[in-house]
């Protein structure tokens, strides 16, 4: 029975944290943004969001890259466009 305890736990904290990886939040002014990477990943290539930056990585964002990176997807119908779509106030 332990076995099983520890066996269901460890599929738990496995899970939690592949999900955990699969959102990233960005720290804003006007509020947090949470973004989906996996929900994006499924749509795009990497090479869309990560240029040719080499390895993908956390990609360090201020406003003029976020909004440069985001809306041109966006815009075109790819997403949310409204501001308070992406940045939810806690």
Do not use: R
């Amino acid at each position: 029975m332990n076995k099983l305890l520890v066996a269901a736990l460890l599929v738990a904290l496995t899970a939690a944290t592949a999900l955990a990886a699969d959102v990233v939040t960005y720290p804003a002014k006007n509020g947090t943004v949470t973004f989906d990477h996996k929900g994006h990943q499924a749509k795009l290539e990497c090479k869309a969001c990560h240029l040719s930056e080499g390895t993908p990585a956390k990609i360090a964002l201020d406003k003029d890259k976020a909004h440069a990176l985001c809306k041109e997807c966006h815009a075109k119908g790819a997403g949310p466009t409204k501001c308070g779509d992406c940045h939810k106030k806690s």
